[in-house]
């Protein structure tokens, strides 16, 4: 399993393209904060925190980690690798987790530079600063956000040899997952129905982490999330088996 985590890793770094993704996120992420003038720019918010890169930054990983996790299986169908990669000791929850990992460690790399800008931005606030507790909830709300639209990626993946398509998939379904069933909860009619349906999308579970608290329900749907396309990835795999 570390063979094949290791393997997706270097092959997502071993083109131009892997870097690019990772360094349009990071150039988007600090155009916005510093350069661009507006609400979002730190220096003329006047605010001591980075609230622009968690508002943005799901926006870019619907992207990105369509780009990070389009090749997971889709490569495999398309070169006929997949078969003898089932025929090696390894279990097929141990391949689709080394993928995930894999994309996930991906996403972790790209966003250990934005802590540059957390830097920054301490070193030039005032009192009383800006809000660790906030910040670090929402870090922590955007790996777990990141880590559902990694499984979704990797589930996209596993239904198109074609990686466009994939592609596609992946943010399609991380668009409506972000905010289609807000959307979905606007047009009930039914008292409760619609909270319960505003509930299953992700945004107000990321939400409420980046306020800074950490709460069971919100831990337990990102990882109900995962867990759900991971399954529907295994399901697929064995379908290939039949």
Do not use: C
């Amino acid at each position: 399993m570390i063979a094949l985590l290791k393997k997706e890793i270097s092959v997502f770094f071993s083109s131009l393209t892997g870097y690019l993704a990772i360094i349009v996120f990071l150039a988007a992420i600090g155009l916005f904060m510093w350069v661009f003038p507006g609400n979002f720019n730190v220096l003329d918010s006047g605010y001591s925190n980075i609230d622009t890169l968690f508002i943005i930054a799901p926006w870019v990983f619907m992207f990105l980690i369509p780009a990070v996790t389009m090749k997971s299986f889709s490569e495999e169908w398309r070169t006929g690798t997949i078969e003898l990669l089932l025929t090696k000791p390894l279990s097929d929850w141990q391949i689709i987790f080394a993928k995930f990992i894999a994309g996930l460690l991906i996403v972790i790399f790209s966003l250990l530079p934005t802590l540059i800008y957390y830097w920054s931005v301490k070193q030039i606030s005032i009192s009383p600063g800006i809000d660790e507790g906030a910040t670090w909830g929402s870090y922590f709300g955007l790996l777990f956000l990141a880590s559902g639209f990694v499984a979704i990626g990797i589930f996209a993946s596993a239904l198109s040899k074609n990686q466009i398509v994939a592609f596609i998939l992946a943010v399609f379904l991380s668009f409506f997952f972000y905010v289609g069933f807000e959307q979905i909860s606007d047009f009930s009619t039914i008292s409760g129905l619609d909270t319960f349906i505003l509930q299953l999308g992700i945004n107000e579970h990321y939400v409420s982490m980046s306020r800074g608290v950490i709460d069971t329900r919100d831990l337990i749907y990102f990882l109900s999330l995962s867990g759900f396309f991971l399954f529907l990835t295994k399901m697929k795999l064995d379908s290939f088996k039949w």
